[in-house]
C-alpha cells in the first residue's frame, strides 16, 4: 500500500487536488502526550493560507435554555465530513498554485 509517486506530508489522511495545482491536505489534531487523541480536523490549502479547523466536540446549547445546561457531544464524523466539503469545495475554487520546491 505504498506509493513513491507522492509523498504525502506525516498525518495526511486526505488530499484533494486544487484547480490551481495545489492540494488541500486533511489532517487530525491531536492532544498532548501522554494521552494523545484526535481532537480536531483539520484542511490546510498549500497554495494559499486559507483553511479550515473543525473540533470533534461539539456544544449544543438547549433552545431556551440556561447556558449551564449545554451539552458537549463527540462527533468526530461529523467534524470529518465538514472538513472533507469544504476541503472539496476549496479545490474546486482555488486557483492560487503551489510554491514551487526550493
Ligand atoms: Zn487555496
Redesign the pocket.
Known sequence: MSSTKTAWPAGVSARYL?V?G?T?DITRRFTLPPDPEPYATLAT??????SKETSHYRTYYPSGGFLGEATEEHEPEAAEEGVREWAQA??E????MPKPEA
Open positions: 486544487t490551481g495545489a488541500v490549502c498549500t497554495g494559499c493560507p486559507d476549496h479545490a475554487k482555488c486557483r492560487a
